[in-house]
């Protein structure tokens, strides 16, 4: 039978049907015409034309017989062909549906697997490449030896999985970590400008920080890696959103379930062996604390976890981790079993200062004089190649030094530059020496005003010292009770050893943890006006948490006028406008200040006061903030508290 698959065969077969009816029509109309005219006729006029056979009536109905039938299989053909179009529109319509059925179930698929991965609740600023981590790297140039030690060992299939670089404070080590990390996310050498083979990726990064309390907390560390590295290993989606549903708390729960069902066995259970290599940074892990007793020996667990990556065959999987080289760390890692320690801990001994260190030193102190004397406008040949590698030398082999002292150059002008220069060259020799004279330019020489200096030094560069999380510059100054612009003033004076925001609401942090460790130490820090005793700052933010709580919390914080309402229907922005930055701090993080106070919870009748005033009130405040696993954790301390010190 015929196909008529083009628009122009059907034109054609409508036109060999009209012919074909047409015709048909002429025949019959022939043959009534010819049967009418012979009826007309006499009887036996008829019969004579019949036996002469005149009208040749059985060959006239025969071919009427066989137009018929030829107009009935071209309608048979049109009828199969519009069966055929309805049945091929029909799949054809099937397919479609099937295509956005599945394309809707994927989108279903993929919005369940991204609410399981959201559970996780990963701390993205701790992790590289957030904007608290946006700091700068290596100079090109420096660091050679040791980065080309960390890119051969990350290459090194038979190397150890675990490489520790340990250093003093301000030896460059978080920098290093920034590096690396840089480096493998965007398959860069560490060297040169070639590209690391393919295989080579970021798994994860964690930079710990003790002045944050999600990152320096171990429970987040393993949740952070697992959302990261599921980005760089969709093949692992399926096996870590099995493992999120199966095990609900996993985000919070031990340190071993997390390990196993966030990374280990999704890495392990992977259908094929993969040719890549995936690195983890752990940037200060000494910094890494929950702050419970129960938890002392979590970086023990966070080490020996770690070392269970060589048990993996599907992909090789390589952990950088830098430190400071303290007696607890160095405990940890020899408490690892001896073939373990053997296999997975190389330790880096390049940052006690040599030769290749001093001329790193020189290469920034050079490059970052450049900057100023660009900046203000120098002659060429400033400060001169003596005082550079002068300067270079007072750096004594720290990169923290190098740098503080060129910010502290920086924020000169053509008018006072040499003055500061030579502050830094006539003072003490090392760190300290240089965050002294930094702190003494903002003094004025007049006694009253500099106490009033040391007395706002001490009320807010001391809060931020000891605050939990970073705060903003104006939701800092509301808590402490200083006014907005005396708070600017004295940042001002300070760029040299603080990060400062571009306006008043993103967070305010120190550079570098040294000038923490120098402000609080006083046989280090030995102007009094600046040294902070850390018991009497935590005393002070405990009660100027009370006391804005006091203020602010009532019944109804958010006017929802419903008891009923859900805490999801609620919009942050209400949230926001009804309990600003530093109430919600406050509400959150007053236990952590008096436990790490000199009060003694249970003589204190300020405390007795606040709770029976509005205990319910933060309650309410904790709840409208998605905060009440926090609230309960508090309760707890609080008990456990009050117990110890009754």
Request: proline share 3%; aromatic share 8%; charged share 25%.
């Amino acid at each position: 039978m015929s196909s008529y698959s083009t628009p122009e065969d059907r034109f054609k077969l409508g036109l060999r049907l009209r012919e074909r009816t047409i015709t048909l029509y002429s025949q019959v109309l022939e043959y009534q015409i010819r049967l009418t005219k012979q009826l007309s006729r006499s009887g036996l006029f008829q019969y004579m034309r019949d036996i002469a056979t005149a009208d040749d009536w059985k060959e006239m109905l025969t071919e009427i017989k066989c137009t018929d039938k030829s107009i009935e299989d071209i309608l048979g053909d049109w009828s199969k062909k519009t069966v055929q179009e309805i049945h091929a529109e029909l799949t054809s319509m099937k397919h479609e549906v099937e295509r956005q059925l599945n394309i809707v179930l994927d989108t279903i698929n993929t919005q369940a697997a991204q609410d399981q991965l959201n559970t996780l609740h990963p701390v993205s600023r701790a992790a590289f490449g957030s904007y608290e981590q946006a700091r700068e790297t290596c100079l090109v140039g420096t660091q050679v030896p040791l980065l080309q030690l960390i890119q051969d060992w990350s290459n090194d299939a038979q190397g150890e999985p675990i490489l520790w670089l340990q250093g003093m404070a301000g030896t460059g080590k978080s920098t290093i970590a920034r590096t690396v990390a840089s480096a493998f996310y965007n398959g860069t050498s560490l060297l040169g400008q070639e590209t690391l083979p393919n295989e080579a990726c970021l798994g994860g990064s964690f930079f710990f920080d003790h002045r944050d309390e999600d990152c320096r907390n171990p429970r987040k560390l393993f949740p952070t890696l697992a959302r990261d590295l599921v980005d760089v290993l969709p093949e692992i989606q399926q096996s870590l959103c099995d493992g999120i549903r199966s095990h609900h708390a996993t985000h919070a729960g031990s340190l071993d379930g997390q390990w196993k069902h966030l990374i280990f066995n999704p890495l392990k259970t992977l259908k094929t062996t993969l040719p890549v290599t995936i690195l983890f940074v752990l940037d200060a892990l000494d910094e890494c604390q929950a702050g419970t007793r129960e938890d002392q020996d979590d970086i023990s667990d966070i080490l020996a976890l770690l070392s269970q990556v060589r048990e993996l065959t599907t992909v090789r999987v390589r952990v950088l981790i830098t430190s400071r080289p303290e007696i607890h760390m160095r405990r940890r890692f020899n408490e690892m079993p001896e073939e373990i320690r053997d296999e997975t801990v190389y330790k880096i001994r390049h940052l006690d200062g040599d030769g290749v260190r001093a001329d790193d030193i020189t290469r920034l102190v050079e490059y970052r004089l450049w900057e100023v004397r660009r900046k203000h406008d120098l002659p060429r040949d400033w400060p001169g190649k003596e005082r550079v590698e002068k300067l270079a030398e007072k750096a004594d082999g720290l990169f923290i030094y190098a740098a503080t002292a060129c910010r502290f150059l920086s924020m000169a002008n053509r008018k006072t530059i040499e003055d500061r220069l030579g502050r830094i060259f006539d003072g003490d020799v090392g760190l300290d020496g240089m965050y002294t004279r930094i702190l003494q330019l903002v003094l004025t020489g007049e006694v009253d005003n500099d106490q009033a200096i040391s007395d706002l030094f001490k009320q807010v560069v001391g809060s931020i010292l000891v605050l939990s999380i970073p705060l903003s510059i104006a939701a800092l100054s509301r808590l402490v009770e200083v006014e907005l612009s005396d708070t600017r003033w004295l940042m001002g004076h300070l760029y040299s050893v603080l990060e400062m925001p571009q306006g008043d609401h993103g967070p305010v942090q120190l550079l570098h943890l040294s000038f923490r460790d120098f402000l609080l130490a006083s046989q280090r820090c030995k102007d009094s006006r600046f040294w902070i005793d850390e018991k009497q700052a935590h005393r002070n933010i405990y009660q100027y948490c009370l006391k804005i709580m006091s203020n602010a919390l009532r019944r109804d914080i958010c006017c929802l006028e419903d008891p009923g309402t859900h805490m999801t229907d609620i919009k942050p922005s209400v949230v926001h406008e009804s309990l600003p930055e530093q109430v919600q701090y406050a509400c959150s993080h007053w236990v952590d200040h008096l436990q790490q106070s000199d009060i003694v919870a249970s003589d204190d009748t300020v405390l007795y006061d606040f709770l029976r005033a509005h205990f319910v009130h933060w309650l309410e405040a904790m709840a409208v903030m998605g905060r009440i696993p926090i609230a309960i954790m508090i309760l707890n301390n609080l008990i456990t508290l009050q117990v110890n010190t009754s």
